[in-house]
């Protein structure tokens, strides 16, 4: 079997969604210029300074992770991940899938993520996971004949866990297993 694909999400995973002053022990502040023409990000944030938290353990988990995963950025990030977060977080430069160019609406990655994939096994790990994708992964990719497919949703006021990783190393152990 091949291995599983591991796509990540940035915003509300690596980096979450809570006030500086709230953000849970381990994070650091990083400022960012995101290019003018950027057309991953919202045009509110192209072509100017961001701040954003990460934590340094969560490099560490990863880098883990490449053991069982291949990964792959799946973030409205794009390239700019490769850029601002993978050297700080001391990850090599990953593959980019582009969500739908549609928009950063909720379900824009589960197509670039199923043209992407296509019958290999994955996990996908987002804040923004929703029920519609659940309901894929369960009816379209799972079950007894599908594709061995694992979605982690992540509270984004919280971000990464060890939790999540030990669940991804979970999955990836039961692939082993078959």
Do not use: C
Request: hydrophobic share 45%; net charge neutral; proline share 7%.
């Amino acid at each position: 079997m091949n291995r599983p694909w591991l796509f990540l999400d940035v915003d509300g995973v690596l980096n979450p969604f809570v006030e500086i002053e709230r953000l849970p022990p381990g994070y650091a502040l990083h400022d960012v210029i995101i290019a003018p023409d950027s057309r991953q990000l919202a045009r509110s944030e192209r072509g100017r300074e961001l701040t954003i938290a990460l934590n340094t353990a969560h490099g560490e988990w990863l880098r883990d992770l490449v053991v069982d995963f291949d990964l792959v950025w799946a973030t409205a990030w794009g390239e700019h991940a490769n850029e601002h977060i993978s050297p700080r977080l001391g990850l090599p430069r990953l593959l980019v899938v582009i969500p739908h160019p549609l928009g950063l609406y909720r379900s824009a990655k589960r197509p670039a993520i199923i043209d992407f994939a296509k019958e290999r096994p994955l996990a996908w790990i987002d804040d923004a996971i929703n029920s519609i994708d659940f309901q894929w992964a369960r009816s379209r990719r799972g079950g007894s004949s599908g594709v061995p497919t694992r979605l982690v949703k992540v509270r984004p006021e919280v971000g990464l866990t060890e939790a999540h990783i030990e669940e991804l190393r979970r999955f990836a152990q039961s692939l082993r297993n078959t």
